[in-house]
């Protein structure tokens, strides 16, 4: 085990970057579950923003702008700089049930544009900064999903965000929150 604390800035921003990447090096972690699984997905961009030349730098700035939100949420402090926040519910795939609460917060940020970034909940109720799930924003479209109750009876009303990689299914208890969410990140992915 290396000790981080010995290791050079520029190697340690570079070992960041190299762990961003490796979703883009390989499609079968696309596939997974990206939320909850062992395989976790860290970012979901276009591949054509992953393979310029300034890609690697903006990946380390974006795990800091997430530990920058989850150290913000956590302390209670507005968070300012997000265009849109809350709690949102993913379900991890179309035919699995289950939903996963999530604290929500899209940023536009200088190199990717529009940033959705979706942070765990530990059982405190505090968001898990190192778990964030990065989905940028840019050639994704949203449109509205079924609204349903769940197997625990809950009222769900979906929503679906489509990025170039993947779909994402997304719920709010309520038609106003969703309809807020679908206005923000349709607005956003073509901004």
Known sequence: VEDKENVPVSEFSESIADNL?????????????G???????????????????????????????????AEKVNSGSDEADSGARGTLYVRQRLL???WKKRYASIVVHQYFGPVLFLFKYDKRDQV???????????DSQV??????????????????LQTSRKSYIFSSYDSINRDFWISALHCLSEF
């Open 21 to 33: 990447f490796r979703t883009f090096k390989d499609d079968r972690k696309l596939e997974s579950n």
């Open 35 to 69: 939320l909850d699984g062992k395989e976790e997905q860290v970012v979901d961009a276009p591949l054509r923003l992953t393979q310029q030349a300034d890609a690697q730098a903006a990946l380390v700035d974006l795990n800091k702008i997430s530990m920058s939100i």
């Open 96 to 98: 699995k049930k289950s």
């Open 128 to 138: 898990l900064a190192k778990s964030a799930q990065m989905i940028v924003l840019e």
């Open 143 to 160: 449109r509205l999903g079924n609204n349903s109750r769940d197997s625990s009876g809950i009222y769900r009303c979906e929503f679906i």
